[in-house]
């Protein structure tokens, strides 16, 4: 009787230690978020800024290029608009248009300077009433099948 009872605690015995394995331990991956620290933060905008000529396109981009902050200036002649990327810890979209305004040119949020218009070449005159963010398309102005 005694090794019965013995054989029966070993088989129990065996049985607790077995169930105790089926416990398992799923290691969790640990997520690890790597934080991009960004040395800079810069932004990209674009809008509507008035302007006929190679001439005005220096002229405009040499406005925004002095403005602390900028990297890149970009206005497009057909399109009356301009690209500017910025490092927006240093200078905001306002600061950029009052530039170009103080140096004649319209934009979509504010009047050139007259002042500064005034003295802006005669090709550059552009006019108040030119349309800003253009398709880039020829548009009616352009009669180049026009015969004289
Ligand atoms: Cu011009």
Same mark, same amino acid.
């Given at each position: !009787?005694?090794? *019965?009872?013995?054989?029966?605690a070993?088989v129990? %015995?065996?049985?607790?230690?077995s169930c105790?394995? =089926?416990t ?6 640990t @997520? ?7 040395d800079?933060? !810069?932004?990209?905008?674009? +809008?509507?800024?008035?302007?006929? /000529?190679?001439?005005c396109?220096?002229?405009i =981009?040499? %406005? *925004?290029n002095?403005? =602390?902050?900028?990297?890149? %200036? ?10 500017v990327? +910025?490092?927006?810890s ?7 248009h ?8 319209d934009?979509?949020k504010v %009047?050139?300077?007259e ?6 070449p005669? /090709? /550059?005159?552009?006019?108040h &009433? ?6 880039g &398309?020829?548009?009616? @102005? &352009?009669?180049?099948?026009? &015969?004289?």
């Amino acid at each position: !009787m005694k090794k *019965v009872i013995l054989s029966v605690a070993v088989v129990m %015995a065996i049985g607790l230690t077995s169930c105790k394995n =089926e416990t398992k331990q799923e290691k969790e991956s640990t @997520e690890t978020k790597t934080e991009v620290s960004k040395d800079m933060a !810069m932004a990209d905008i674009s +809008f509507g800024v008035r302007g006929n /000529c190679g001439m005005c396109k220096k002229t405009i =981009e040499k %406005a *925004v290029n002095k403005v =602390e902050g900028v990297a890149s %200036a970009n206005w497009d002649v057909d399109k009356k608009k301009i690209d500017v990327s +910025f490092d927006d810890s240093k200078t905001d979209e306002m600061a950029i248009h009052n530039a170009i305004a103080a140096s004649g040119y319209d934009t979509e949020k504010v %009047a050139g300077s007259e002042e500064a218009y005034s003295n802006l070449p005669g /090709c /550059c005159k552009y006019e108040h &009433d030119m349309v800003m963010n253009q398709s880039g &398309d020829k548009n009616e @102005e &352009d009669h180049s099948d026009n &015969d004289h």
